[in-house]
C-alpha cells in the first residue's frame, strides 16, 4: 500500500542524516490528524461539527491504520459525538510511535540506539530509502509553489502542515511567508486540519493552566 498521510509527515520531520525528530511536538499532532484523514478517506470513518464516528470497523489492510481503527472504534462506543480534538490528543504519542514503526517496517528508516550520558537511551532514525520523501517533496513544491491543483490527498496533507505551522518542515530553505498564504487557502475548510489546530489549541491552554497552577502553589 501506498505511504499513508501520517507517515509523509513523519518522513518530514525526522532529520535525514541524524535521525532526530523536528518540531516533535506539532509534528506529532499533525501525524495523528494524518492518520485519521485516511481512515475517513477509506470510509471507515465519518466527522460531521467536529465529531467523529466509526462507520465502517472493517480493516483497511493496512497495519498502521488498522492498528488506530481498532482503537478508535473501541474509544467511540464508550461515548458518542466524540471530538476530532480529543481523539488526537489521546493518541499523537502512539500514532507517532506506530507510524515510526510502519516506516521502519517499509525501509525508509532505519532504528538507531545511543545513550545519553552512557545512562538514558535515545532511538533516532535515519533515512534508509530517500526515494519516497523526494517525491512528496516534490508534489508538495509543485502545488504550493507552482500552483498545481492538488489530489484530495496532497490537499489534506497541505491542510495539517498548514495547522500545525510546520511551514519549516515543508520548505526548510524557503521563508515562511512565501509559503504561508497559499498554504492557508489551500487548507480552508479541511476538517482535519481544523481538528488539529483545536487540538494544539486545546493543550497549550492546558499547559498555561498548569503552569499558573504551578506557580500559584510555588508562591504559597
Not at 76 to 86: C, I, P
Not at 88 to 111: I, N, P, W
Not at 121 to 142: Q, T
Request: proline share 3%; with cysteine.
Amino acid at each position: 500500500m501506498a505511504v499513508t498521510l501520517g507517515e509523509e509527515i513523519a518522513l518530514l520531520s525526522l532529520d535525514d542524516e541524524s535521525g532526530a525528530a523536528k518540531e516533535r511536538s506539532s509534528a506529532g499532532w499533525a501525524v495523528a490528524g494524518g492518520i485519521l484523514l485516511e481512515l475517513a478517506m477509506a470510509g471507515r470513518v465519518s466527522v460531521t461539527d467536529g465529531r467523529l464516528a466509526v462507520t465502517d470497523p472493517t480493516p483497511t489492510g493496512n497495519a498502521l491504520l488498522d492498528g488506530r481503527l481498532a482503537q478508535l472504534d473501541e474509544w467511540t462506543r464508550r461515548k458518542s459525538r466524540r471530538k476530532v480534538a480529543d481523539w488526537l490528543t489521546k493518541d499523537q504519542s502512539k500514532a507517532v510511535t506506530a507510524t515510526v514503526e510502519s516506516l521502519c517496517e517499509r525501509g525508509l528508516v532505519v532504528e538507531e540506539e545511543s545513550r545519553v550520558l552512557g545512562l538514558f537511551p535515545v532511538r533516532r532514525y535515519p533515512e534508509a530509502d530517500g526515494s519516497v520523501e523526494r517525491e512528496l517533496r516534490e508534489r508538495l513544491a509543485s502545488v504550493v509553489l507552482h500552483g498545481t491543483e492538488p489530489d484530495d490527498r496532497t490537499g489534506g496533507l497541505i491542510a495539517l502542515l498548514h495547522a500545525a505551522k510546520l511551514y519549516r518542515l515543508a520548505f526548510p530553505e524557503l521563508p515562511r511567508k512565501q509559503v504561508q498564504a497559499r498554504m492557508a487557502e489551500l487548507a480552508e475548510g479541511q476538517w482535519a486540519g481544523d481538528g488539529v489546530r483545536e487540538a494544539i489549541r486545546n493543550m497549550q491552554a492546558a499547559m498555561v493552566a498548569i503552569t499558573v497552577v504551578t506557580a500559584t502553589t510555588v508562591v504559597l
